[in-house]
């Protein structure tokens, strides 16, 4: 006859759970296991947002990319807190295992990311979704392995000494928050400024990898066997010694990727405070191409964009002109080739794009020399909260030469508010024009920003111009450009008062890339296409 098994006392320790033979006394060693909980939780942050912020300049759409990467760890911690349990019998040497892995993993995950997308992000076919894969994928294995952690640490510090888990719960997560709360300051204030994201990720990987290791080899090695202790000292100083080897070759690495991406004309690369920009060729007889955070915005066919850009809009009064955006000056240029205007105001966030495009020769020959020009005036600002206080009714011309639409960081300079502000800067008879993205692969994108602009109360004239230069995507996505459409920028004119009509100033230099004529077919191409009903963009409902 079997014997009913007998449960244990509630509150009773597994057999296995006795107390830790510890080489220092109880209170100093729950001490070192909640600062080991600090510094893996402000590690595991750091990991989180660092693939946010490195899936966003490569891949772009940053709310798309954050809920991503937030939403699969989220899931993945949970399902490694539940797997962490069949370890618990031999928590420290699991605890010191999962950590020289999310060492590893973590802080390989920035160079990994971004040699997929230097290296394969130009294949095309299911290649070109490389990055997207791979993002996902170190989020699930980071999160697996995030998740694990609490409950093995819980079991190491409840053998330390026992207490209700109530209390210990609170403890390893308020250790657990505050290191978040560390983790999640230092990567924006001092790691990305100072080490740039894939050396700041190699260091945390270090960090994460001395803390695991140091607190089980140094605190719970009487719990360990002497093959245990030899194979987690060999697999620290390995993945210390990996990492260290990244940080040696990450100079060398990122200029070998940065060729992949850009080519090797790479003349400038330089990290500002807002983006990376990047300036290729330029000189022995190369073709200029300026690229913003990964996105070509000037190249060998920027005159077409930029006489479509301006001189349909200064076809009127022009005296005073108003650019936002626009700091490489070659929207300046165009404006100051009509005679009559008398001030130009430059509103442009990023400084170095203005410093580059005053000293750089031959950025600087190729805007000619528009900012050495008396009458042009450069503030460095966002356009937004700019607009806000701004003078009203004083420019007959605005331009907006900005990001696209379907670019985060842009969608509020394509709402309604911001263009409800712009009218408002509007002198009486005033024109805006808005760069609208890439008219033939987004069409509903562009009607979008027609109907955003109709909502602000602004009469509109779309249109659009052909040829744009091969490599990139005119959209948001880096990822080269296979699909063979038809490449072209959308442009709407907009004026408060009546539909401006869409023609060229007489007398004013007639544009190389743009006539009457083929300003009226562009026209009428795209009125054959509108997409009618549409809602309007808005700051707390963006449709783009």
Same mark, same amino acid.
């Given at each position: ?33 909640? /600062? ?47 797997? #962490? ?17 999310? #060492? ?9 990311? &971004?040699?997929?997308? /230097? ?28 998740? /694990? ?32 709360? $560390? ?30 290791? !140091? ?9 360990? !066997?002497?093959?245990? +202790? ?27 990727? +940065? ?48 006489? /479509? ?34 001030? $130009? ?102 009607? !979008?920003?027609?109907?955003?602009? +109709? ?12 040829? +744009? ?28 008062? !009546? ?44 449709? &783009?």
């Amino acid at each position: 006859m079997i014997e009913p098994h007998a449960p244990a006392p509630p509150g009773s320790p597994p057999p296995w759970a006795g107390p830790a033979r510890l080489p220092v006394q109880p209170s100093t060693g729950r001490f070192l296991v909640l /600062a080991c909980v600090f510094v893996c939780a402000a590690c595991g942050l750091v990991y989180e947002l660092e693939l946010v912020a490195l899936a966003s300049y490569l891949i772009g759409d940053s709310v798309t990319q954050a809920s991503v990467v937030l939403s699969v760890m989220v899931f993945a911690m949970g399902i490694g807190s539940l797997a #962490a349990k069949r370890l618990r019998w031999r928590a420290a040497a699991a605890f010191g295992a999962i950590e020289a892995t999310l #060492a590893l993993v973590g802080g390989c995950s920035a160079m990994a990311l &971004y040699a997929v997308f /230097a290296w394969t992000g130009n294949w095309g076919g299911l290649w070109a979704s490389g990055p997207r894969w791979l993002l996902v994928a170190f989020s699930l294995t980071i999160g697996l392995l995030i998740g /694990a952690e609490i409950p093995l640490l819980m079991e190491l510090i409840q053998r330390i000494r026992r207490q209700d888990a109530g209390g210990a719960v609170a403890d390893l997560f308020a250790a657990d928050y505050v290191g978040a709360l $560390v983790g999640g300051l230092a990567f924006p204030f001092l790691l990305l400024p100072l080490l740039g994201q894939l050396t700041g990720a190699l260091i945390t990987g270090a960090v994460n990898a001395v803390a695991g290791g !140091t607190l089980v080899l140094g605190l719970f090695r009487r719990d360990l !066997t002497r093959r245990t +202790r030899w194979l987690l000292l060999v697999a620290n100083l390995a993945v210390l010694g990996l990492l260290a080897a990244a940080a040696v070759l990450v100079d060398d690495f990122e200029q070998a990727a +940065r060729h992949a991406v850009y080519g090797h004309d790479v003349r400038v690369a330089l990290q500002t405070g807002t983006q990376e920009v990047v300036l290729t060729g330029g000189t022995d007889g190369h073709p200029l191409a300026l690229f913003l955070d990964g996105r070509l915005r000037v190249g060998s066919d920027e005159l077409r964009y930029h006489e /479509a850009l301006v001189h349909p809009a200064m076809n009127g009064p022009h005296a005073r002109v108003l650019i936002l955006g626009g700091g490489d000056g070659l929207a300046a240029r165009e404006v100051l080739r009509h005679r009559g205007v008398r001030r $130009v105001d430059v509103v442009e966030l990023d400084a170095g794009v203005v410093r580059l495009a005053r000293r750089d020769p031959a950025l600087s020959k190729l805007n000619r020399h528009a900012y050495d020009d008396p009458r042009v005036h450069v503030t460095i600002a966002d356009a937004f909260p700019w607009l806000r206080t701004a003078p009203t009714s004083t420019y007959d011309v605005v331009i907006s030469d900005l990001p696209d639409p379907g670019i985060t960081a842009s969608t509020k300079l394509y709402s309604q508010e911001f263009y409800g502000l712009a009218r408002r800067a509007l002198a009486p008879g005033g024109r805006l024009v808005v760069h609208a993205g890439p008219f033939t692969t987004r069409p509903r994108v562009f009607w !979008t920003v027609v109907a955003t602009l +109709r909502a602000a109360g602004l009469h509109t004239a779309p249109y659009r111009v052909g040829g +744009r230069d091969s490599g990139f995507a005119a959209g948001p996505d880096r990822t080269a450009d296979a699909s063979g459409a038809p490449r072209d920028w959308g442009f709407v004119l907009a004026s408060a008062r !009546t539909a401006p009509p869409l023609g060229l100033d007489l007398h004013a230099p007639l544009p190389q890339t743009l006539s009457s004529a083929s300003l009226a077919a562009d026209v009428r191409a795209v009125t054959r296409t509108r997409i009618a009903d549409l809602p309007p963009s808005t700051l707390v409902h963006p449709r &783009y």
